[in-house]
T-cell receptor
């Protein structure tokens, strides 16, 4: 079974803090993604990566950066957390080409 | 602009009846479509997919229909069960480009026992 693991289920951070969300997949997938889910807005793509050290902006990259130093790990960084970044963050991975993505369990981040 | 749209935020169905969830898309380059199911506090799980070369794909109680000319797809669940109560997301991808998935806003299905 494909496993995508996010480091935390729940996080509470203060405004202005630098926040790291970690994601690891065990299926040697080329692609990895970070989405956020907000009520009424569905899943919106923040960043994705199709190879080690490669990254592409998604629909809402502002205020975020990412790092992919190893194939199995994709990190999302909030440079200076703000309250409007309170959300559910979902990591996913997939093989290249037209294939389904597999999701982690999500991280509920609250910025106070 | 939302390229994948789910215009019904919620749907309630009696147990045993058919649930029909709808999805529309605007990008004619999309050629692979997926449905995901999501329970609260969990990540979405893949349910069923369809390629643009087909107009129907069936897996047990779940069937996805694709109408390319109308840029419309639907998910049929029959018979509906209380455990099907969840948020369903439609997603689409294009062969060209980076293979990322574009998601709709979701439809919350409630199956009433």
């Amino acid at each position: 079974d494909v496993k995508v693991t996010q480091s935390s289920r729940y996080l509470v951070k203060r405004t202005g803090e630098k926040v790291f969300l970690e994601c690891v997949q065990d299926m040697d997938h080329e692609n990895m993604f970070w989405y956020r889910q907000d009520p009424g807005l569905g899943l919106r793509l923040i960043y994705f990566s199709y190879d080690v050290k490669m990254k592409e902006k998604g629909d809402i990259p502002e205020g975020y950066s990412v790092s992919r130093e190893k194939k199995e790990r994709f990190s999302l960084i909030l440079e200076s957390a703000s309250t409007n970044q309170t959300s559910m963050y979902l990591c996913a991975s997939s093989f290249g080409g037209l294939n389904e993505a597999f999701f982690g369990q999500g991280t509920r981040l609250t910025v106070v | 602009d939302q390229q994948v749209k789910q215009n019904s935020p919620s749907l309630s169905v009696q147990e045993g009846r058919i649930s029909i969830l709808n999805c529309d898309y605007t990008n004619s380059m999309f050629d692979y479509f997926l449905w995901y199911k999501k329970y609260p506090a969990e990540g979405p799980t893949f349910l069923i997919s369809i390629s643009s070369i087909k107009d129907k794909n069936e897996d047990g109680r779940f069937t996805v229909f694709l109408n390319k000319s109308a840029k419309h797809l639907s998910l049929h669940i029959v018979p509906s069960q209380p455990g099907d109560s969840a948020v369903y997301f439609c997603a689409a991808s294009a062969k060209t480009g980076a293979n990322n998935l574009f998601f709709g806003t979701g439809t919350r299905l409630t199956v009433i026992p």
